[in-house]
């Protein structure tokens, strides 16, 4: 039987068996596969991958796991990848071409397979990341390549990591139920633990112009403050149910707005009483990773749900949505607000691509978001630098992060 054929008669039967047991097509190499890549996520992954050549695999794979010690079980499971998933077509990616170049830099972090996460740009022009799945932090000398990583509390799983008016580093304990501070000067390190039980998750944070730290807790279906002078943690509901708060910005006036990625909605948090206040968008199935403010203090979100990107006026309340290139699947993620346009990602298509939309013409333009020789992986969190002159991304699944540029002629300037 030819392997396709194989492997659908196995997905036909998968369907009535446990999630646990969806099992990969079976050849030479499988148990292999099994046994070293679901070490840490289901085999759903490979499955939905764009599948690759077998130097591909190679390189891919390598970002996830080293297996040169053990060339034999490499080799049987890079020959299996390479002909049970070569490179397909589901989940293709339709890219926009137009007038900008832009440049990525790319740097591999050390740790391999931590989920390598949230890129951000301290003072100093360090840039600091999260590794979720491996309890730590990193931080990047951009200028000479240098990389140092600091081990946090076991268990603390950080979504994102923010550096403070101090100068710290403060990390969400997504898997402890904290807030963390590290200090990269000592390496030492402070928890603030939620104040009830029922706040487990912190999610993604970003300081207020007045020192207070703002952070969502998805699956408690909160909002939360801190104070770090106090240490003083302070907590609100959602208003809707199951919204699951999620992306978090700031504007100028200290208004703290979230995404609301379980449900139709946009909260807004009064910073001087903590109320939040729902804002429903228009259609079922919506649902919102995360938003960006702009200079007008516009709020610019992806409907992941339906793949659009959207507008939202707060002093109309007017809002208005535009379908995304790849199209309702192409599950757009992070968003920020750079280089005087808006940018974001489509997670649902391979490649992944970074999307500009800018606008004044209403006009996309997108480009495969590399790793290395590769393309795989999620960008979850964009962060424009401090300057404002770079966007800084990165692919969860490779143990990347980059930095974006726009290159002008200086002509053009
Ligand atoms: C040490 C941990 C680790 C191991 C072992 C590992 N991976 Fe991964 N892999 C990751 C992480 C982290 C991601 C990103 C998951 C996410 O973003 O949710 C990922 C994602 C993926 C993806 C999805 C890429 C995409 O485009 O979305 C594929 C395919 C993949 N892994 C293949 C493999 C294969 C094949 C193996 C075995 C050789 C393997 N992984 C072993 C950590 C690992």
Redesign the pocket.
């Known amino acids: 039987m030819p392997l396709h054929a194989l492997r659908s008669a196995v997905i036909a039967t998968a369907l009535c068996l446990p999630a646990t047991a969806m099992a990969l097509p079976d050849a030479a190499g499988r148990e292999a ?1 099994e046994g ?2 679901a ?3 289901g085999v759903n ?2 499955e ?3 599948g690759y050549s077998r130097d591909d ?1 190679q390189s ?2 390598a970002t ?2 080293d ?1 040169s010690g053990d060339p034999e079980t490499q080799a049987a ?1 890079l020959d299996y ?1 390479a002909q049970a998933f070569p490179p397909n077509e589901q989940r293709v990616a339709r890219p926009v071409d137009g007038p900008l170049t832009i440049r990525f830099e790319e740097w591999k972090v050390p740790t ?4 390598s996460r949230d890129p951000v740009a301290a003072p100093d022009g360090s840039i600091w990341w999260a590794g979720q ?1 491996h309890d730590l932090l990193g931080r990047l000398d951009p200028a000479t390549g240098a990389m140092e990583e600091f081990d946090l509390p076991a268990g603390a799983r950080p979504h994102s990591v923010n550096i403070g008016p101090d100068g710290a580093a403060w990390f969400t304990g997504n898997g402890n139920a904290t807030i963390g501070r590290l200090d990269p000067e000592t390496g030492e390190i402070t928890e603030y633990p939620m104040p009830i039980e029922a706040a487990r998750d912190p999610h993604t944070a970003e300081f207020a112009p007045d020192g207070a730290l703002w952070f969502s807790l998805q699956g408690s279906n909160m909002i939360g403050r801190l104070d770090p002078e106090t240490g003083e943690v302070r907590l609100a509901d959602s208003p809707r149910e199951r919204s699951r708060p999620y992306g978090l910005k700031i504007g100028a006036d200290g208004t703290v707005w979230v995404a609301c990625n379980g449900a139709n909605c946009l909260l807004r948090v009064d910073p001087r009483t903590m109320d939040v206040t729902e804002i429903p968008l228009p259609e079922a199935g919506t649902t919102v990773r995360r938003l960006d403010i702009d200079a007008d203090g516009i709020i610019w979100w992806v409907n992941s749900g339906l793949g659009r990107i959207g507008r939202y006026d707060p002093a109309t309340g007017d809002i208005q949505e535009w379908d995304s290139p790849s199209g309702p699947r192409s599950h757009p993620y992070a968003i920020a607000i750079f280089d005087g346009a808006v940018w974001y990602n489509e997670s649902g298509a ?1 490649p ?1 691509m970074l999307v500009r939309f800018e606008p004044e013409t209403e006009t996309f333009q997108s480009w495969p978001i590399p790793s290395g020789p590769v393309h ?3 960008l ?1 969190h964009m962060r424009t630098t401090p300057d404002g002159s770079a966007l800084l991304i990165h692919q ?2 490779t143990n990347h992060i980059a930095r974006v540029t726009v290159k002008r002629d200086e002509a053009m300037r």
Do not use: E, N, P
Not at 112 to 115: K, N, P, V
């Open positions: 596969v070293v890549c070490a840490c996520h992954l490979i939905r991958s764009s695999w891919l794979t996830m796991i297996l499971i990848l391999l397979g931590q989920r799945w391979r992944d795989a992986g999620i979850r969860s699944a």
